[in-house]
Antibody, heavy 123, light 107 residues
Framework: QVQLVQSGGGVVQPGRSLRLSCAAP????????MHWVRQAPGKGLEWVAL????????NYADSVKGRFTISRDNSKNTLYLLMNSLRAEDTAVYYC????????????????WGQGTLVTVSS | DIQMTQSPSSLSASVGDRVTITCRAS??????LNWYQHKPGTAPKLLIY???NLQSGVPSRFSGSGSGTDFTLTIGSLQPEDFATYFC?????????FGGGTKVEIK
């Protein structure tokens, strides 16, 4: 069973920064693209960002582009999300997730998820 | 961006019922469609990937079908542990958008 262990959430004032971490000690972390997904209170799931297995490519939702940075340290098996200029609407539970592809069905899907970490942006 | 529309947004059903949830994409996504189950306070759980492929360990009462723009998740015989919210997700093109969710409640 793959465990993605998240840390770094909390309460932060608008305009401030916060960094989330996602540790993946039990699989070949460096072989997989990784994502962040969030769920605001009472809302559905929202995809936030993607980073390629080697960190060379990143992609962001328009709602966070220019404010959030996804990164990874493959030597530490850890994924990060640096969130700058936080807004009230960024309040959500944030999940990291591993992207998987099978050799037969080459459709990206998220097979393992972190436990989620709550970020509350409030003055 | 590709918009994913799920229906219904909620439903009430009894244990043993057959439940069908639909998901429509705003443009063709071939078979790049996944389904997840989400319960409060837990991480989402992958049920179906590639429109119709059952994830390992997921009970066979769950099934998926469809291609192009229209997709369906079916629960063959609803069990008590199936009361949850279900989301579809397209992974044809970033952003990998999710549907709004379908909350399955106990009748």
């Amino acid at each position: 069973q793959v465990q993605l262990v998240q840390s770094g959430g909390g309460v932060v004032q608008p305009g401030r920064s916060l960094r989330l971490s996602c540790a993946a000690p039990e699989f070949t972390f460096r072989s997989y693209d990784m994502h962040w997904v969030r769920q605001a209170p009472g809302k559905g799931l929202e995809w936030v960002a993607l980073i390629s297995f080697d960190g060379s490519n990143q992609n962001y939702a328009d709602s966070v582009k220019g404010r959030f940075t996804i990164s990874r340290d493959n030597s530490k098996n850890t994924l990060y999300l640096l969130m700058n200029s936080l807004r009230a609407e960024d309040t959500a539970v944030y999940y990291c997730a591993r992207q998987y592809l099978t050799m037969i069905v080459v459709v990206p899907h998220f097979d393992y998820w972190g436990q989620g970490t709550l970020v509350t942006v409030s003055s | 961006d590709i918009q994913m529309t799920q229906s219904p947004s909620s439903l009430s059903a009894s244990v043993g019922d057959r439940v069908t949830i639909t998901c429509r994409a705003s443009q063709s996504i071939a078979g790049y469609l996944n389904w997840y189950q989400h319960k409060p306070g837990t991480a989402p759980k992958l049920l179906i990937y590639g429109a119709s492929n059952l994830q390992s360990g997921v009970p066979s009462r769950f099934s998926g079908s469809g291609s192009g723009t229209d997709f369906t998740l079916t629960i063959g015989s609803l069990q008590p542990e199936d009361f949850a919210t279900y989301f579809c997700q397209q992974t044809d093109t970033t952003p990998f958008t999710f549907g709004g969710g379908t909350k399955v409640e106990i009748k």
